[in-house]
Nanobody, 118 residues
Framework: VQLVESGGGLVQPGGSLRLSCAASGFTFSNSAMSWARQAPGKGLEGVSGIYSDGSTYYLDSVKGRVTIPRDNAKNTVYLQMSSLKPEDTAVYFC?????????????WGQGTQVTVSS
């Protein structure tokens, strides 16, 4: 199983970024995918998620600024972020929870750094 994030970088406040998470080794279309982040000195925080049926959820502080489209043909989930703020600075991690019999499976990528600064 592999989750490979990309698209992070340095962006000015108010700017946009699109993170990508390319998945392999499991049935992507039947998996719940999500993004979490960890800011310096803080714990892991769930940002957004999308289920296999396309339903989504968002952290309150990113609602209206973030979307989480998925492309099942490319086994890829994205995190489209706009109106970025310095407090969005964090390492962003992709997570996959494939549907299936117990025990539950839970996979993480290596993370990609997002820095929002002028």
């Amino acid at each position: 199983v592999q989750l490979v994030e990309s698209g992070g970088g340095l962006v000015q406040p108010g700017g946009s970024l699109r993170l990508s998470c390319a998945a392999s080794g499991f049935t992507f279309s039947n998996s719940a995918m999500s993004w979490a982040r960890q800011a310096p000195g803080k714990g892991l925080e769930g940002v957004s998620g999308i289920y296999s049926d396309g339903s989504t959820y968002y952290l309150d502080s990113v609602k209206g600024r973030v979307t989480i489209p998925r492309d099942n043909a490319k086994n890829t989930v994205y995190l489209q972020m706009s109106s970025l703020k310095p407090e969005d600075t964090a390492v962003y991690f992709c997570n996959a929870k494939p549907f299936g019999p117990p025990p539950p499976r839970d996979y993480w990528g290596q993370g990609t750094q997002v820095t929002v600064s002028s």
